[in-house]
């Protein structure tokens, strides 16, 4: 029988995972639920056995999913995850897990009550370039890693505002804190500071910085840099350089370069890492078993505090320790 999955949102990732979802075997979109039924019958009419709703619980009442797909802006976040976790339906959220810290702090502990299966959409950690650099690691030292999400404002009017995205730092440059931890281990201090410039007097209704650098110190006891902007007029870079004992491994969405002494190795991703994280929460939802989902609700957690603690740090000037 075919495994049933609804999607909550209609935007851009909410078609990216339905239209990755209706291509593998044994699965079919059942229903979106979005915050109009005209949009949600638009978005459903691309899939055959979809209906389009205007209420979560009415997808989840006639729809019947196996597992739901939260693809819906930070502020979203709350009421969706609370009716899942009420129903005990597997869910695949989208980062970041919210623009603020309680409601992912709630959530967290009643998933690991419930033992719910989750997965978050850190995508990063699927791509061949993270597990070709954990290999690279192995028997190494990373003292330093310089971060970056250097890029230009999403045009979307939700990105702009605090109450709505939290800002680059929380939104965006979460894909590399997450990467941080993910192949350097946990955070223990952060410091920030966030910056202003000409975006708001640009783009109306901007409240978020234009500019941040994050200091982050890891249990390991190494030192890392991340800084973000969002005022460029072009998508410059993002991405993670470890700095070892042996050389520079520079992690990019794309693959990796292992640079050594007289050596330069470029290792390119040959696999899609998004039909993985669908391909191991959907296995995970089938079977029971969760080994290959690599970001768990609990796990994306731990990465948010990080980002709560540099929006705490920025505000107060004063450094956040976890
Ligand atoms: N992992 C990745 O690579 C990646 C890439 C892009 C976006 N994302 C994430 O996906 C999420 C959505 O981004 P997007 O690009 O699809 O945004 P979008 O603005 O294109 O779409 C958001 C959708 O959510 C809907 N929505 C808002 N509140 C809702 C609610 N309460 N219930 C149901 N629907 C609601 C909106 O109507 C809209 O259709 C964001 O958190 C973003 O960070 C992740």
């Given at each position: 029988m075919?495994?049933?999955?609804?999607?909550?949102?209609?935007g851009g990732?909410?078609?990216?995972h339905?239209?990755?979802?209706?291509?593998m075997?044994?699965?079919e979109?059942?229903?979106?639920?979005?915050t109009?039924l005209e949009k949600?019958?638009?978005?459903a009419?691309g899939?055959a056995?979809?209906a389009g709703?205007e209420?979560?619980e009415?997808?989840l009442?006639?729809?019947?999913?196996?597992?739901?797909y939260?693809?819906?802006p930070?502020?979203?976040?709350?009421?969706?995850e609370?009716?899942?976790i009420?129903r005990?339906i597997?869910?695949?959220?989208?980062?970041p897990?919210?623009?603020?810290g309680?409601?992912?702090?709630?959530l967290?502990?009643?998933?690991?009550?419930k033992?719910?299966?989750?997965?978050?959409g850190?995508?990063?950690r699927?791509t061949?370039g993270?597990?070709k650099?954990?290999?690279l690691?192995?028997?190494?030292?990373?003292g330093?890693?310089?971060?970056?999400?250097?890029g230009?404002?999403?045009?979307v009017?939700?990105w702009?505002?605090?109450?709505?995205?939290?800002?680059?730092?929380v939104e965006?440059?979460?894909?590399?804190?997450?990467?941080?931890?993910?192949?350097?281990?946990?955070?223990?201090e952060?410091?920030a500071?966030f910056?202003r410039?000409?975006?708001?007097?640009?783009?109306?209704?901007?409240?978020?910085?234009?500019?941040?650098?994050?200091?982050?110190?890891?249990r390991?006891?190494?030192v890392?840099?991340?800084?973000n902007t969002c005022?460029l007029p072009?998508n410059?870079t993002?991405?993670?350089d470890?700095v070892?004992?042996l050389?520079?491994v520079?992690?990019?969405?794309?693959?990796?370069r292992?640079i050594?002494?007289g050596?330069i190795?470029?290792f390119?991703n040959q696999t899609?890492?998004?039909?993985?994280?669908n391909?191991?929460f959907?296995?995970?939802v089938?079977?029971?078993?969760t080994s290959?989902?690599?970001?768990t609700?609990?796990?994306?957690h731990?990465?948010?505090?990080?980002?709560m603690?540099?929006v705490?740090?920025a505000?107060t000037?004063m450094?956040?320790?976890?």
């Amino acid at each position: 029988m075919n495994m049933r999955i609804g999607i909550v949102g209609t935007g851009g990732f909410a078609k990216k995972h339905a239209g990755i979802v209706s291509r593998m075997d044994g699965c079919e979109v059942v229903g979106f639920a979005g915050t109009s039924l005209e949009k949600a019958e638009k978005a459903a009419s691309g899939f055959a056995a979809a209906a389009g709703y205007e209420q979560v619980e009415a997808m989840l009442d006639n729809g019947k999913p196996d597992a739901v797909y939260i693809c819906v802006p930070p502020m979203a976040h709350g009421p969706i995850e609370r009716s899942l976790i009420e129903r005990g339906i597997p869910f695949l959220v989208e980062k970041p897990l919210g623009a603020e810290g309680s409601i992912p702090g709630e959530l967290a502990k009643q998933i690991t009550e419930k033992r719910l299966i989750t997965s978050v959409g850190y995508h990063l950690r699927y791509t061949d370039g993270a597990q070709k650099t954990k290999e690279l690691l192995e028997g190494r030292y990373v003292g330093l890693a310089n971060g970056y999400w250097l890029g230009s404002m999403p045009g979307v009017s939700w990105w702009r505002t605090l109450q709505g995205s939290g800002g680059q730092f929380v939104e965006q440059t979460t894909h590399i804190t997450d990467l941080v931890r993910y192949l350097c281990g946990e955070v223990s201090e952060v410091y920030a500071q966030f910056n202003r410039v000409v975006m708001h007097e640009r783009v109306p209704g901007t409240e978020v910085p234009d500019n941040g650098v994050v200091t982050l110190k890891l249990r390991s006891g190494a030192v890392v840099s991340l800084t973000n902007t969002c005022m460029l007029p072009i998508n410059h870079t993002s991405g993670l350089d470890l700095v070892t004992d042996l050389g520079v491994v520079e992690f990019r969405a794309h693959g990796v370069r292992d640079i050594r002494k007289g050596q330069i190795t470029e290792f390119l991703n040959q696999t899609d890492p998004y039909v993985k994280e669908n391909e191991a929460f959907l296995h995970a939802v089938r079977t029971g078993d969760t080994s290959r989902i690599r970001s768990t609700y609990e796990d994306a957690h731990q990465t948010h505090l990080v980002s709560m603690a540099a929006v705490r740090s920025a505000e107060t000037g004063m450094p956040v320790r976890l």
